[in-house]
């Protein structure tokens, strides 16, 4: 039976394109462009053809090529003319819908695409992914050398850039954490700003240790969760000590006045000279010098001593300074055959000498002759 009346424009379904016409008076054939601009085509012997939505009999239509229908009988004005082609062409299993649809196995396309892109936009290859499901982004190789971003899964993140920073992190409207770290899902430290151009790293929660570095200071502070603390974290501990500390300035210990402000600590060996000397072994000096004042100890060894002058020790490491220019050092001479009768000495202002004195005298003593020997030890105040 017949389909009676006006089908809806444009009905397409699988392997079924349709065209349609308003015919004007008296017109026979119908090609080209449709009322809808959609140029006729057709395999002769597959199509339709309706009038009014009255489906034609073949005898009532004649077809020229491909592309033109001519009707037996002319149309009159308005009439709608619809001519349906069959694309058997297209396999049933093959068919491809416009929207939805599943593909069920895989699919392999034989073509070109004009696009290298995501988009029809691009103009350049965006993102490729490998056989490995390695995801690349501005980049086709996983080099560690060849800028790009690869995205490994579960196995990490690659960035490389040529002359810039890989990653840029900007944290906007206020401080705190730029960005965090976990182990297992616990926090294990994180990276923050503090007073706007202040960076500080903190290890664990905000009750761990962490450090400041002050943005137009000259300072490295500690601090927890970017607020600095006083007098609360150590640097090293009892059984997990640093190995040397380099210092061009000095250290400030148990106070922040002069009187804490050590800016030396140094040890070494010296020798020394004897007056009325001529030969013998050579003697054997050692001291230790923290901040301004200096620990000492020598002693001669066995000396020829072969005239009886002042007893004078020349030599000490440092030259000795007051800091009211009055006071003098004094010594202690132990083991003493050198100055017989000095068991006391003294270091004189702007000198490195010692001078050996009697019991309960100020006045230098004199050396005895022959095979001598002395020992001594003190501190003095040096620059």
């Not at 190789?141 to 579960?154: D, H, M, P, Q, R």
């Not at 151009?197 to 450090?211: F, N």
Request: charged content about 10%; aromatic content about 8%; glycine content about 14%.
């Amino acid at each position: 039976m017949s389909y009676i009346g006006t089908e809806p424009k444009d009905i397409r379904s699988f392997g079924r394109t349709k065209f349609d016409y308003t015919a004007t008076q008296g017109q026979t054939a119908f090609t080209g462009a449709d009322d809808d601009g959609k140029v006729l085509a057709f395999t002769v012997g597959q199509i339709e053809v309706y009038v009014n939505g009255i489906l034609m009999d073949d005898s009532d239509f004649t077809t020229t090529g491909t592309g033109t229908v001519t009707l037996a009988s002319a149309a009159n004005l308005n009439d709608v003319v619809n001519v349906v082609s069959f694309e058997t062409n297209i396999p049933d299993s093959n068919y491809i819908p416009a929207t939805g649809g599943t593909f069920t196995g895989a699919v392999t396309h034989t073509g070109s695409f004009t696009s290298k892109g995501i988009d029809d936009n691009a103009d350049a290859t965006a993102i490729t992914i490998d056989s490995s499901e390695n995801v690349m982004v501005g980049t086709t190789s996983t080099s560690f050398s060849t800028a790009g971003t690869v995205l490994y899964g579960a196995n990490g993140t690659q960035m490389v850039r040529s002359g810039q920073p890989p990653l840029n992190l900007n944290r906007t409207s206020s401080d705190g954490n730029i960005t965090e770290f976990y182990k297992d899902g616990t926090s294990v430290g994180s990276i923050g700003s503090e007073g706007g151009d202040a960076l500080y790293i903190q290890s664990g929660t905000t009750s761990g240790t962490g450090l400041l570095f002050t943005g137009n200071g000259t300072a490295i502070r500690p601090a927890r969760n970017g607020v600095t603390v006083h007098n609360t974290l150590d640097l090293g501990s009892d059984t997990r000590s640093f190995k040397d500390l380099y210092l061009s300035g000095g250290a400030y210990i148990g106070g922040t006045g002069a009187a804490n402000h050590l800016d030396d600590y140094e040890t070494g060996t010296f020798q020394m000279t004897m007056t009325g000397k001529t030969g013998g072994a050579v003697g054997h000096g050692q001291y230790v010098k923290i901040g301004n004042i200096c620990h000492f100890s020598w002693y001669s060894a066995t000396q020829s001593i072969t005239s009886s002058v002042a007893g004078v020790l020349g030599g000490l490491p440092f030259t000795h300074i007051s800091p009211n220019n009055s006071a003098y050092a004094a010594v202690t001479l132990a083991h003493n055959t050198w100055v017989s009768n000095a068991s006391t000495g003294y270091i004189n202002i702007g000198t490195n000498s010692i001078y050996p004195t009697a019991n309960n005298s100020s006045t230098a003593s004199n050396t005895s002759t022959g095979s001598k020997y002395v020992m001594c030890s003190g501190s003095y105040t040096v620059g």
